[in-house]
C-alpha cells in the first residue's frame, strides 16, 4: 500500500495562497485532493491522471487552485490563490484511480489543514 505525507498547510488570510505538498511512496498512481471541513461532506477538490496530462477540480474551486506533480520525485501539489475563508479545511492527499473518467481513491494521507481567516 502506498505511503503519503502531506505538507505546506496553515493559516493564511483571505485572498492569500499556499501550496500544498503530498509525497507518495510505491508506485505512480493517479492522485487527487479531498478536504473536509466541520460538519460539512468530504469533497474531492482535484485530481489529476497517473502520466499528469489530465486533471479535474470541483467547482467550488475552478480558476483558483490548481493540481500538479513530478513524478520524478513522486510529489503532487495543490497550489491554492485567491483563498476564502470557506476553503477552511483538513486537505487529504489520495492515491486511487480512474474508471469511467472517475477518481477513485485507494489510500489516504494523514491530512494537514488549513485555515483561511483575517
Known amino acids: 500500500q502506498v505511503q503519503l505525507v502531506e505538507s505546506g498547510g496553515g493559516l493564511v488570510q483571505p485572498g492569500g495562497s499556499l501550496r500544498l505538498s503530498c509525497v507518495a511512496s510505491?508506485?505512480?498512481?493517479?492522485m487527487g485532493w479531498y478536504r473536509q471541513a466541520p460538519g460539512k461532506q468530504r469533497e474531492l477538490v482535484a485530481s489529476?491522471?497517473?502520466?499528469?496530462?489530465?486533471?479535474n477540480y470541483a467547482d467550488s474551486v475552478k480558476g483558483r487552485f490548481t493540481i500538479s506533480r513530478d513524478n520524478a520525485k513522486n510529489t503532487v501539489y495543490l497550489q491554492m490563490n485567491s483563498l476564502k475563508p470557506e476553503d477552511t479545511a483538513v486537505y487529504s492527499c489520495?492515491?486511487?484511480?480512474?474508471?469511467?473518467?472517475?477518481?477513485?481513491?485507494?489510500?489516504w494521507g494523514q491530512g494537514t489543514q488549513v485555515t483561511v481567516s483575517s
Open positions: 489520495t492515491a486511487g484511480e480512474y474508471y469511467s473518467n472517475f477518481y477513485y481513491p485507494r489510500s
Open positions: 489529476i491522471t497517473s502520466g499528469g496530462r489530465s486533471t
Open positions: 510505491g508506485s505512480i498512481y493517479a
